[in-house]
């Protein structure tokens, strides 16, 4: 057992865990963050994806140790109160969801896409960028167009600030 | 997975010590190729020493003739940086088409070619460009490094600290992705030296891992060109074949993926 001291969603949190615990089940049963997912388990579906200091990786592949120090943000800690991430509203607004098993995955690597491209996206950016994210549900039409509209409004939104 | 004991190390020296004191360690970077291998027992390491935060195996250097990656350099570092693009666009192309974004954020070169599974890619771009491999305890020319399916001339506790390959004249890879796992069915990775060699080496086609291919070697010394490979057939004998595709499927992928990676790299 070790215990692994790390920042959540901006908070400094800290959980008694055995050594071989994955980051994603730190979340989830230690820290009760249940929207971080489990699909696959085998680093493929991206169900399990969140921010490690800044970046989308696949929690389900990650020791809660190498996390340990780090800066991570999950799909509950991207909101503002009451007012959704665009990248949320987005697939509020566009349909970009179903049953809703991979979307909290889909928006924290699709937050990651927009980040890293300047909110400079076209169509076939956006679904190659979504290859580690798996959607048996939407067949990804209105995923990848709520993922569009959101750089969109991210843009607009980095520009008032 | 089975229990394990996880260690963080500081420094090169410090993951040497640690790997030394446990009964069976292993060395763990990104991680994403052991820890799925921990999930499926297949590997039940008593310790685990990450060595991926270490300062000193992170980076890239280029001067003068020679570009150096450091092991624990992730994939996206290295497709994102600088001098890599300019000095082999062909390793910064190689990098954004291995496995996902997320995966890309982790996975370092070290990891990927300890490991030297037989459908990586970098192993191709080790042996095609000539580069050396350095570690803890010495240096190792690739040619020397990959010993076969996830098998290589690392000692038990060695560290790889870096990767050095000499920039090319020209150097091209192209890869047949498998649609699902996305590594290569086929990748061929072909380079032109600064000395007017050619040096064209294959992975996923091998069923002992990573190839070099000396009948299109033959041919693109004599005419670096896409179309001097028309009449060139590869050998289907020892390559790989499975559900994804046969030995002469793969044999055919090894040319059509050379002529690609030619027409890359102009």
Not at chain 2, 68 to 95: E, F, G, R, S
Not at chain 2, 147 to 168: H, M, N, Q, R, W
Not at chain 2, 206 to 228: D, F, P, T
Request: proline share 3%.
């Amino acid at each position: 057992m070790s215990t692994v001291k790390l920042t959540v969603n901006g908070k400094a949190v800290s959980a008694e865990v055995e050594d071989r615990t994955l980051l994603v089940h730190l979340l989830r049963d230690h820290l009760n963050l249940t929207g971080t997912h489990v699909g696959c388990d085998t680093s493929q579906c991206g169900a399990c994806v969140v921010h490690i200091d800044g970046r989308a990786v696949k929690s389900c592949t990650v020791l809660a140790g190498q996390a340990a120090g780090a800066n991570v943000t999950t799909i509950e800690g991207i909101a503002r109160g009451d007012e959704l991430h665009p990248m949320q509203a987005a697939f509020r607004d566009n349909h970009g969801l179903q049953c809703g098993y991979c979307t909290p995955g889909m928006i924290m690597s699709a937050i990651d896409i927009v980040h890293r491209h300047g909110g400079e996206l076209d169509e076939a950016t956006v679904r190659e960028e979504l290859e580690g994210n798996i959607c048996r549900c939407t067949g990804y039409h209105n995923i990848v167009k709520a993922v569009l509209d959101a750089a969109g409004r991210m843009k607009v939104a980095q520009a008032a600030e | 997975m089975y229990e394990t004991t996880y260690h963080r190390a500081s420094s090169v020296d410090e993951a040497a010590a640690l790997f030394s004191k446990g009964s069976d360690a292993k060395f763990l970077a990104g991680g994403h190729t052991l820890i799925p291998v921990m999930k499926q027992r297949l590997a039940s390491p008593s310790d685990v020493i990450d060595i991926g935060k270490i300062k000193d195996l992170i980076g890239v250097q280029l001067s003068g003739d020679t570009l150096v990656i450091k092991a624990a350099t992730t994939y996206y570092d290295i497709m994102t940086n600088a001098d890599v693009k300019k000095a082999v666009p062909a390793i910064a192309h190689l990098t954004s088409v291995l496995g996902d974004p997320a995966v890309r954020a982790r996975g370092t070169i070290g990891g990927s070619i300890a490991n030297n599974d037989p459908a990586a890619d970098f192993p191709a771009a080790l042996i095609s460009l000539g580069a050396t491999v350095k570690t803890n305890k010495r240096s190792i020319a690739a040619e020397d490094f990959f010993k076969g399916l996830f098998t290589t001339a690392l000692e038990d506790g060695e560290i790889i600290t870096e990767v050095s390959f000499p920039v090319p004249e020209k150097a091209g890879y192209a890869k047949m992705r498998h649609p699902a796992s996305r590594f290569a069915l086929t990748g061929v990775f072909v380079t032109k030296t600064k000395g007017g060699d050619v040096r064209v080496a294959a992975t996923g086609a091998s069923q002992s891992g990573v190839m070099r291919v000396s009948a299109i070697e033959a041919a693109l010394k004599s005419n670096w060109s896409a179309s001097a490979l028309d009449g060139v057939s590869v050998s289907a004998s020892g390559l790989l074949s499975d559900i994804h595709g046969s030995a002469d499927y793969r044999a055919n992928l090894v040319k059509v993926m050379a002529q690609r990676a030619v027409q890359a790299a102009g």
